[in-house]
């Protein structure tokens, strides 16, 4: 079915390390995108990867999509207090719709 | 402003009580999205609609709940005879296109006590 897996749920995080949150889903996507949602905020889009194998960069922020278009990963190099906040998969099985299925979340604390 | 906008911000209401939320999405985006948060969830899609017509909704969707986009514009989602567990966030989001990112509003918390 339709599902997105993401682990790990909560991850707490000295300032400075690094930190990654994995999804994960059983069938193929067509796209996966990433969000961002701040305590007491809404999700906000931080990029969208399409091609089997991609791997996209910002700033210190590395997402990448898996050959088979079922698993990602988002990675940040040297957290900083700024990171904080819940980080979200959202799969596309249709780009016809365009309805995103949402992981659980990753919430990330940074301790300064 | 051009992002998307939803009001009310808050709603408390009465078990049984009707609600509709409103949702103004970014003015040359033509499909809208509503999405259900929870604590500590995921947003949990709703419905969505490509200019006034209502291309899918959720099959955990209560009949309870209905959608309206009249004039491919603005967005209404009304829930008749609220429950308890119908308390949540309810998001908007809008988008140029299918596929596309999506742009959020800041969504009404519904409290029903």
């Known amino acids: 079915g339709q599902q997105v897996m993401q682990i790990p749920q909560y991850q707490h995080v000295q300032e400075g390390e690094d930190f990654t949150t994995y999804c994960n889903s059983s069938?193929?996507?067509?796209?996966i995108q990433w969000y961002k949602q701040r305590p007491g905020g809404h999700p906000v889009f931080l990029i969208q990867?399409?091609?089997?194998?991609e791997v996209k960069k910002q700033k210190r922020l590395t997402f990448q999509f898996g050959e088979a278009k079922k698993n990602s990963s988002l990675h940040i190099t040297a957290t900083q207090t700024t990171d904080v906040g819940t980080y979200f998969c959202a799969g596309v099985w249709s780009s016809n719709t365009g309805k995103l299925i949402f992981g659980q979340g990753t919430t990330l604390q940074v301790k300064p | 402003d051009t992002g998307v906008s939803q009001n009310p911000r808050h709603k408390i209401t009465k078990r049984g009580q009707n609600v509709t939320f409103r949702c103004d999405p970014i003015?040359?985006?033509?499909?809208l999205y509503w999405y259900r948060q929870t604590l500590g969830q995921g947003p949990e899609f709703l419905t969505y609609f490509q200019n006034e017509a209502q291309l899918e909704k959720s099959r955990l969707l209560s009949d309870r709940f209905s959608a309206e986009r009249p004039k491919g514009s603005f967005s209404t989602l009304e829930i008749q005879r609220t429950e308890q567990g119908d308390s949540a966030m309810y998001l908007c989001?809008?988008?140029w296109g299918q596929g596309d990112e999506q742009y959020f509003g800041p969504g009404t918390r519904l409290t029903v006590t």
């Open positions: 069938t193929t996507l067509s796209n």
């Open positions: 990867l399409v091609k089997s194998g």
């Open positions: 989001a809008s988008s």
């Open positions: 003015s040359e985006h033509n499909r």
